[in-house]
């Protein structure tokens, strides 16, 4: 609101609309008068935000000559309207109109001058009802974006007041209102004062939170739910639930809800409307990557196996190389979305340098994410059997282990500004147990993405790998436990889980010849500079090394190479040439591969 002193008089009022009345006249009958352009010119020197804001006073350019007539004569009085929106009550206008007869443009100049701005000399902030003692409000108020010798800024104050109002629908204060709230701009126009009363009312209570009669146990829900009822009310707390619930997987739509109209003594009751989900659900997915090749795959889940809220999920997934299948049955404990105890099922088949190896395993983990940390301690049994050159080998292992990891990301989930990807899985298995071997198996995964300006980004990964075993055994140890190295994810420039520790075959068909069987030692690092030449495709430069052994000596294998990437709605599309700077003939190798980063 602002104050001033105005005397309206009646013939004032009548001269301007007969102003106003000949000003059309003039446009519509004047022998220059057709339809053409009008283009606005105002004061080159002015400040960015002063001419933006007069251009929005202004709106949108005429298009007849009706309304270039009102636009123009209106012109000045929208301009002065812009400038004191700003503080700038003493500034003068002016405006001139010009037509260029050749062609048949129209130019509207505003000259502005804006002399001395009206500065905020007083502010005065009064807050009353049960948000006087609640803490957000007291910041907010606290960090107040107007203060004594501001220039005076209707924008930041109206900004204020909706930011207050705001904050009070979603802290529950549903009475609140301004008791006051004005501007008052001092005779001089050089100063003004600002008074805000805002009565926030009684902060209303969570209520009773009912459910849709759903065909699933309570006890299932209830954990999902972070407020209880006599809570204060807070927005975020029904949005929680909201994802939660959406996370579970269990419904088709969730609504959660606040029954305004049946509140009593500002407690709120909350409705939670869920529909279920579709009891199957399938999908088809195809794929192609340079160390897999083109991969298909079916898969199949069942969001709600029954009412204690237990779900099923089956993927078969084929590549000429990597065959997988794997079956995983999921029983809430004391979260559905965060506290999981999970059986599961796998078979693979895959090259393993230059063995090939199929195995089984089923496991027990459960799977508990608390403060963003995933944390899974497992049992699993691991039947694996692998041909070398003909030659036949299995083993069977019952393997506890624990695995540990956390993802920190900002911006895009496809195409992150930041981030850091951490993982750690500590496993292993003891003869005496009706395992093949003892060994103590250690593998950690780094992953870091930092853009450092706004068309430069940086990505660097690290991956390290150890197992303890009797060197006797060794060669014994299935390939799935040993470490290998090279392909899309690991050193570009190398085939697929082509580095490792060789052997020489000392009998078969292919006598003589040197094969990869992996290694117990692993270290594997790699840096990447991209370069963003638009929001969709970037190129890239990148140094890959490692090295793969059965002792603690390092033997790295280094690779160069530039990028190409597109960012598409599934995520980056990666095209990489990689070159083998330790090969005895290096070679250049294409690399593609689709997915997020992180």
Same mark, same amino acid.
């Given at each position: ?21 000949? /000003? ?51 012109? @000045? ?21 010009? @037509? ?15 002399? @001395? ?140 809800? +606040? ?38 795959? /079916? ?15 089956? #993927? ?58 995933? #944390? ?35 911006? +895009? ?88 520790? @060789? ?38 430069? /990148? ?56």
């Amino acid at each position: 609101m602002i104050l001033f002193n105005r005397f309206k008089v009646h013939w004032q009022f009548t001269i301007m609309h007969s102003r106003f009345f000949l /000003f059309i006249l003039f446009f519509l009958f004047s022998p220059l008068a057709s339809s053409s352009t009008l283009l606005v010119h105002i004061t080159d020197d002015l400040p960015r935000e002063v001419t933006q804001n007069i251009h929005a006073y202004l709106g949108t350019l005429p298009e007849d000559d009706t309304e270039r007539a009102a636009f123009v004569f209106t012109a @000045k009085k929208q301009a002065l309207n812009a400038l004191k929106a700003l503080g700038y009550y003493r500034a003068v206008v002016t405006s001139s109109t010009e @037509k260029n007869v050749d062609k048949n443009i129209w130019t509207l100049s505003l000259g502005v001058t804006l002399n @001395k701005p009206t500065r905020v000399i007083k502010v005065g902030i009064n807050i009353s009802g049960d948000a006087l003692g609640d803490s957000v409000f007291s910041e907010v108020i606290r960090k107040i974006p107007i203060v004594s010798g501001d220039i005076l800024h209707h924008g930041v104050y109206e900004q204020f007041k909706t930011d207050l109002v705001s904050l009070g629908l979603e802290r529950g204060y549903f009475d609140s209102k301004f008791i006051k709230s004005t501007i008052a701009i001092h005779k001089s126009l050089e100063t003004a004062e600002i008074i805000v009363h805002f009565d926030s009312g009684p902060r209303y209570q969570f209520g009773e939170i009912k459910f849709t009669d759903f065909a699933i146990n309570n006890d299932v829900l209830r954990p999902l739910i972070s407020f209880k009822q006599g809570d204060f009310y807070q927005q975020t707390s029904l949005q929680n639930l909201q994802n939660e619930l959406d996370e579970t997987q269990y419904f088709s739509n969730v609504v959660v809800r +606040p029954e305004t109209e049946s509140t009593t003594n500002n407690i709120l009751p909350i409705d939670v409307s869920l529909e279920k989900a579709k009891r199957h659900q399938f999908n088809l997915g195809l794929g192609y990557a340079t160390d897999t090749k083109e991969r298909f795959s /079916f898969g199949w889940k069942t969001p709600l196996v029954n009412r204690y809220g237990h779900r099923q999920e089956t #993927r078969l997934s084929y590549s000429a190389i990597n065959p997988t299948g794997y079956f995983i049955y999921s029983i809430p404990l004391s979260h559905a979305n965060n506290d999981v105890l999970q059986l599961q099922t796998e078979l693979e088949k895959n090259d393993y340098g230059d063995l090939t190896s199929k195995f089984f395993s089923f496991q027990v983990g459960r799977v508990y994410l608390k403060d963003d940390v995933l #944390r899974q301690p497992y049992l699993r049994h691991l039947s694996e059997e692998w041909d070398t050159d003909g030659v036949y080998d299995d083993a069977d292992y019952f393997i506890p282990g624990f695995t540990w990891s956390n993802i920190d990301r900002d911006g +895009p989930l496809l195409d992150p500004t930041q981030g850091f990807r951490q993982y750690y899985n500590l496993e292993g298995s003891y003869e005496g147990l009706s395992s093949e071997t003892s060994f103590l198996r250690f593998n950690a995964r780094w992953k870091y993405i930092s853009l450092l300006a706004p068309k430069h980004r940086v990505v660097a990964r690290v991956e390290l790998g150890y197992v303890i075993v009797d060197k006797n055994f060794e060669e014994a140890l299935s390939p799935s436990l040993r470490f290998y190295a090279g392909g899309d994810q690991s050193i570009r420039g190398f085939d697929y889980q082509s580095i490792g520790p @060789k052997v020489t075959l000392s009998d078969g068909l292919n006598q003589g010849e040197e094969i990869v069987i992996g290694g117990t030692n692993m270290v594997v690092a790699s840096l990447e500079y991209q370069y963003y030449f638009s929001k969709t495709w970037r190129g890239a430069l /990148f140094v890959d090394a490692g090295s793969v052994n059965d002792n603690d000596k390092l033997d790295p294998v280094y690779s160069i190479g530039p990028g190409l990437h597109y960012i598409s709605p599934i995520g980056p599309i990666r095209f990489a040439l990689g070159y083998s700077l330790s090969e005895e003939n290096p070679s250049w190798r294409l690399h593609f591969s689709i997915g997020a980063e992180l």
